[in-house]
């Protein structure tokens, strides 16, 4: 079976090849048509009945909060034992390979937490506003549910996301190289909105935020950015937070490192200096080669990977039609263009980016060629609009050694030997 030609025809104009030369390169390859193969007559599953076809399905009550099926029970989040002492302040990671599109599913959001998940009745949750405001607040849930509310989507990324890589290619699966992402559409209310509710004071300059959990994880977010696109969320992709994500309230600090974005939020605390952290949140300072630290380094820089291929997504099929795809995203806007390496970064070209472009949120792109067979060293490299350009790793340890495991952008390269299997390396 074909499919329709407008596919073709822009896989042509990709390639610069005639589509006719392509399908002719298809066939030599072993597949007879684009992606699809000859009618067989004895395919048991055309010619046999399944259980499914004779046998009614479950009912609309079987299934009040639906879950994916069960043949997709391994796109799960995983976390690394080795990776941390204990599970309750730990990470797990998000399933890069097998996501689609821009949005990731409540279920499958990667997780950091200091001290475990806080599971909070909403009922006897509240939130204070504080410090140098002319009227301290408190409010409720309840509260926070009568403001102008906004939706809108972000990524969230930890900042040592791809943090192992500082030292080399460590792990072998794009969800722990870069699964300390998620992107979701958020509805809340702007903290500007809080804010003046409360009335900030003049000299004021920083803004405390800290969560209800054991560890009153408490990060400072510079008052400008607060009142710029801030929100406090109360919902992820439609539904109210899970627990995981917050619930019942989060701050969303768009483009700025995840630990900011402080869940759980029970205080904000307005003053004129940024707080001095306490040493089990104080982690995410960027230490450089000569002992030095960056001090601020709020925002994400422009970063891409390619998902799919990628270790635990290798090429099965064999030479022909390949449909790479992967994520971009950047702290600092949106994504201008992407582009893709089939050889290392000696070549470039430009890939299909698909699905909306918003300010700091992922963007998904695809590059869809005709595979050889041969071995290829696949590399993505992002644009941001500010016109920043995704860096290699060399560049990167050149200018901060490698003593940090923080703010890791560099391009990753995955390596695809003649039997489509992929493994993390380095190039250069
Ligand atoms: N209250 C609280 N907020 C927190 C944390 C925490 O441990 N406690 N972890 C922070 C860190 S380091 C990150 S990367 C993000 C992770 O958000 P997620 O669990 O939704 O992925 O939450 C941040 N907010
Ligand atoms: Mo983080």
């Given amino acids: 079976m ?6 073709s025809r822009s896989l042509a104009h990709d390639r610069g090849a005639s589509r006719r030369a392509f399908l002719k390169g298809a066939a030599l390859a072993g597949s007879a048509t684009l992606a699809g193969r000859p009618a067989l007559a004895d395919d ?43 599970a309750v302040s730990s990470v797990n990671f998000t399933p890069l390979a097998a996501l689609n599109g821009t949005i990731t599913p409540n279920g499958l959001c990667f997780e950091r937490h200091h001290a475990g998940i806080a599971s909070i009745d909403p ?46 290619a460590q ?18 209310v702007p903290l500007r909105l809080l804010l003046e509710e409360a009335g900030v004071r003049a000299g004021a300059k920083w803004v405390l935020a800290e969560g ?41 600090v768009p483009g700025f490192e995840g630990s900011m974005w402080v869940k759980w939020l029970r205080r904000l605390e307005v003053g004129d200096r940024p707080w001095m952290m306490r040493e089990e949140t104080n982690r995410y300072t960027d230490l450089l080669a000569d002992g030095r630290a960056r001090r601020f380094s709020f925002e994400m820089d422009a970063k891409s990977v390619i998902t799919s291929p990628a270790p635990e997504a290798p090429i099965l099929h064999g030479p022909g039609p390949v449909a790479l795809t992967g994520i971009a995203w950047s702290g600092r806007g949106r994504i201008a263009e992407v582009h893709v390496s089939l050889d290392g970064g000696i070549n470039w070209q430009k890939a299909r980016l698909s699905g909306p472009s918003l300010d700091k949120s992922l963007h998904r792109f695809h590059f869809d060629f005709d595979w050889d067979g041969k071995p290829l060293l696949l590399q993505s490299r992002a644009v941001d609009d500010t016109g920043y350009v995704q860096p290699t790793k060399q560049a990167l340890r050149k200018l901060r050694g490698t003593n940090s495991v923080y703010h890791m952008n560099g391009i990753q390269t995955w390596e695809v030997n003649t039997d489509g299997e992929v493994s993390n390396v380095e190039v250069g």
């Fill in 2 to 7: 074909l499919r329709p030609t407008p596919r």
């Fill in 44 to 86: 048991p599953a055309i010619t046999q009945l399944q259980p499914w076809m004779i046998t009614r399905g479950d009912g609309v009550d079987s299934r009040p909060y639906g879950l994916p099926s069960p043949h997709e029970s391994h796109v799960i989040k995983r976390n690394i034992d080795w990776l941390t002492a204990d």
């Fill in 123 to 168: 009922a006897r949750h509240r939130l204070m506003v504080h410090g140098l405001v002319d009227r301290p607040l408190v409010f409720t849930v309840a509260d926070i549910l009568r403001f102008p509310r906004r939706d809108r989507m972000y990524f969230l990324e930890c900042a040592a996301n791809s943090g192992m890589e500082w030292k080399g």
């Fill in 171 to 188: 792990m072998n699966a794009v969800q722990f190289t870069h699964g300390m992402i998620h992107n979701v559409m958020y509805t809340g």
């Fill in 212 to 252: 209800a959990d054991a560890v009153k994880m408490a990060r400072s977010i510079p008052l400008e950015k607060a009142l710029d696109d801030c929100l406090v969320a109360f919902a992820m992709n439609g539904e109210r937070l899970r627990e995981e994500q917050g619930y019942p309230l989060r701050l969303v």
